[in-house]
């Protein structure tokens, strides 16, 4: 007769080895079943994470496509700006001004170079000279001379100078600070140029827009020597030494067409140089460096053009009153 209590304890036996394969087969299913799971939330995690990386290079791509702007603010503004520009940058409106201008003066260079019968590529002509926009001493009671002389140059070597040095400063400066403002400090410059020309060196004839271009560049001299330090001081030191040479190469064709030019030639003024670097330096600076301000509520805005106005009513008056051309 069999022990009842053996009898039990094989078919518990038998059912745990019975048991033993299918209670394995429920515990891989389960691993499996986690590690599907464990996938499904590893590929949405990645899905994710790229759909992030996706928004946040969208993000930054306004920043990428504003490469030049990018450039541009660290050759003409201050650290401390150049964020604020970069976020409102755009190309709209464009640098119309500058580009008008220069076409404008081009033009009448070949007008008169091309059209006109006439050897003005190199040296001035008499044709030049009796342009109706060139500043004549003699006929300054036709005002727009003032301003018109800007448009006509003594040759390939003043059109050539005047629109590169222009246009590489002045299409920058205008991305930052618009039309209105570059120019404002341009015909400034003009104006001062002239009318300085009609005091220090009132016989002589003038053209070129010399008088713009050095305003352009007196208003970023002054600039870059006001904030040297936040406008990287390698780059600052780079741009000095550009500035200066450029003015220092056109001043002395400046002063060789004054004083060195041939018997059979007229010589020029170069007093608007002079005159507009300094309108630059007062008005150009002031307009320059409010790029995040309101420019009429800068007291300093005021204080250039009340001196520059000043210097203007002088001027008039000396040409009404006591000019040795009168």
Sequence with gaps: MSDPFAVCVEEENRLVVEGGPRTMAADHDLEMEDMNLNMDRDMKGELEEEKEMREDSGREDPFKSKKV??????WMLPEKVRRTYLERANCLPPPVFIISVSLAELAVFIYYAVWKPQKQWITLDTGILESPFTYNPKKREQAWRFVSYMLVHAG?????????????LGIPLEMVHKGLRVGLVYLAGVIAGSLASSIFDPLRYLVGASGGVYALMGGYFMNVLVNFREMIPAFGIV??????????SDMGFALYRRFFVPADGSPVSFAAHVAGGFAGMSIGYTVFSCFDKALLKDPRFWIAIAAYLACVLFAVFFNIFLSPAN
């Design 69 to 74: 702007h990018r450039v541009v603010s660290k």
């Design 156 to 168: 390939v070597q003043h059109i050539v100078g005047n629109l590169i040095m222009q246009l590489a």
């Design 239 to 248: 741009r000095l030494l550009i500035i200066i040479l450029i003015i220092g």
